[in-house]
T-cell receptor, first 111, second 112 residues
Framework: AQRVTQPEKLLSVFKGAPVELKCNYSYSGSPELFWYVQYSRQRLQLLLRHISRESIKGFTADLNKGETSFHLKKPFAQEEDSAMYYCALSAGGTSYGKLTFGQGTILTVHP | DAGVTQSPTHLIKTRGQQVTLRCSPKSGHDTVSWYQQALGQGPQFIFQYYEEEERQRGNFPDRFSGHQFPNYSSELNVNALLLGDSALYLC???????????FGPGTRLLVL
């Protein structure tokens, strides 16, 4: 079975500082990885997916199959980045469409 | 397009009762997934519907059942409610050909 671990429940940084939200997964196959974000009083929304290899709102994430990680990074954090971030995995194949989420990390960016 | 909509927004039930939650997918989407999110946890997959059939199921008991209608909207039914069923229930829609899911605002269920 697949599992997603986000080791930090809370992460605080100052505006302009780099930020890295950690995500580790366990799955023996080739997963598809996602980062979802939930801003205050808004619904959960897709931030980025590894297969598209794009940068959204300055965030990037690289899939490291050797370390089974998919950490989310941004070189200069902004106050509007404060939100709950979830890493999610789809195993594909017979589990296509089933997302397995981590417990989430609350990011707070201080002015 | 209002995106994914869910009703009701909040619900209070007592143990043993039954509840039905509703979801309308984003325009053009044909697949609906349901998730349970307990307080302080990430969403947990319940099941997914496509072409009015359950396509995938997570590790939830048979008390949790669903339905998808010809217009792609969906219902989640929970029978014999337990205190532990108190959670935020999220609906997500997608195209069957895509892994990208769009979430609704959720229905918060409280079981007393």
């Amino acid at each position: 079975a697949q599992r997603v671990t986000q080791p930090e429940k809370l992460l605080s940084v100052f505006k302009g500082a780099p930020v890295e939200l950690k995500c580790n997964y366990s799955y023996s196959g080739s997963p598809e990885l996602f980062w979802y974000v939930q801003y205050s009083r808004q619904r959960l929304q897709l931030l980025l997916r590894h297969i598209s290899r794009e940068s959204i709102k300055g965030f990037t994430a690289d899939l490291n199959k050797g370390e089974t990680s998919f950490h989310l990074k941004k070189p200069f954090a902004q106050e509007e980045d404060s939100a709950m971030y979830y890493c999610a995995l789809s195993a594909g194949g017979t589990s296509y469409g089933k997302l397995t989420f981590g417990q989430g990390t609350i990011l707070t960016v201080h002015p | 397009d209002a995106g994914v909509t869910q009703s009701p927004t909040h619900l209070i039930k007592t143990r043993g009762q039954q509840v039905t939650l509703r979801c309308s997918p984003k325009s053009g989407h044909d697949t609906v997934s349901w998730y349970q999110q307990a307080l302080g946890q990430g969403p947990q997959f319940i099941f997914q519907y496509y072409e009015e059939e359950e396509r995938q199921r997570g590790n939830f008991p048979d008390r949790f059942s669903g339905h998808q209608f010809p217009n792609y909207s969906s219902e989640l039914n929970v029978n014999a409610l337990l205190l532990g069923d108190s959670a935020l229930y999220l609906c997500a829609s997608s195209l069957v050909s895509s892994e990208t899911q769009y979430f609704g605002p959720g229905t918060r269920l409280l079981v007393l």
